[in-house]
């Protein structure tokens, strides 16, 4: 008679495929096929809602070979019930492609109740057991580059996201996984830009991690003029009334004191027409953006 888990992994549990077993409890490791997954899926009773945001999110990371062993099982109780994996189970089915994974079976029914209650590691935790330097500032600058290059233009100070160019599996999220391979990839370019608005040009007109973002936006352009532009915004000396760098700086005071903030996205609007301006040595008296049909600007 087959046990639990044999009838899931549809293989007998012989020495050529090694499983272990503590008390009623059996776990082994296997490299579980779509088809596998389906019929572990079957066994899904008692389990939260899916997420299909959580889904595609896998799904993406499946395709691009991304996803990798952690030891976090797809666990049954003793009733036979999916109580653990549902999302991974469900994205390996979509994709197509087999995963390996730990399975655990007959653990008590009471499980259910304390599963999915810890706190999952974000993109700062992860840069920070890497050993990166500046871990959150650098997770949210990170985020926000990948979202602008992705097509999202609503990524400056509220960290929500509307105004999707992109699309597609994931789109819409960036994984720990794209922030380390991120940063492993422009480590010492970030870290001259952080250590920069961090340690010199600290403002108070708009936020580290956004100064930060748009820094790197306009160095890709050109170096010195992203230096000087980034100073004349934050230090404010030396600037008459008609440069593009005070009219921003003024609209930023004004708004702080406003009870009704700027939104996120017409801070970054303002600011690109402002570094726009300030590129082309243009005279302005006067800074604004969302006028009827006005595409959202590019940075030159």
């Known amino acids: 008679m087959k046990t639990q888990l044999e009838e899931l992994t549809q293989k007998r549990t012989t020495n050529s495929i090694p499983y272990m077993r503590y008390g009623f409890i059996e776990f082994r490791v296997i490299a579980i096929t779509p088809e596998q997954a389906k019929k572990m899926l079957e066994k899904n009773k008692i389990n939260r809602k899916l997420s299909r945001k959580k889904v595609l999110q896998y799904i993406a990371e499946m395709l691009k070979n991304n996803w990798l062993f952690t030891g976090d099982p797809i666990s049954f109780d003793s009733n036979g019930n999916l109580i653990n994996g549902q999302h991974r189970l469900q994205a390996i089915v ?83 996984t794209d922030i380390i391979e991120f940063a492993r990839q422009n480590k010492d370019r970030l870290y001259k830009i952080i250590n920069t608005i961090t340690s ?56 702080q004191a406003s009870k009704e903030k700027l939104s996120s996205k017409m801070i970054l609007a303002l600011l690109i027409k402002a570094w726009n301006k300030y590129r082309l040595k243009e005279v302005v008296k006067i800074l604004r953006w969302g006028s009827k049909n006005e595409p959202f600007p590019e940075p030159i």
């Open 94 to 176: 979509e994709s197509g492609k087999p995963q390996l994974l730990l399975v655990i079976v007959n653990l008590d029914t009471e499980c259910f109740k304390v599963l999915d209650t810890g706190k999952a590691r974000n993109g700062g935790d992860v840069l920070h057991i890497a050993g990166y330097k500046y871990d959150h500032i650098l997770s949210s600058v990170i985020k926000k580059i990948i979202m602008w290059n992705r097509g999202f233009t609503h990524v400056i100070s509220s960290g929500t996201i509307s105004n999707v160019v992109a699309a597609g599996a994931g789109s819409n999220t960036v994984t720990n």
């Open 200 to 255: 010199t040009y600290k403002s108070r007109l708009i936020g580290n991690s956004d100064l930060c973002f748009a820094y790197w936006l306009f160095s890709k352009i050109n170096d010195h003029d992203a230096d000087v532009f980034i100073k004349q915004i934050v230090i404010g000396t030396d600037l008459n009334q008609y440069s593009p760098s005070y009219l921003f700086r003024e609209r930023m005071i004004r708004n």
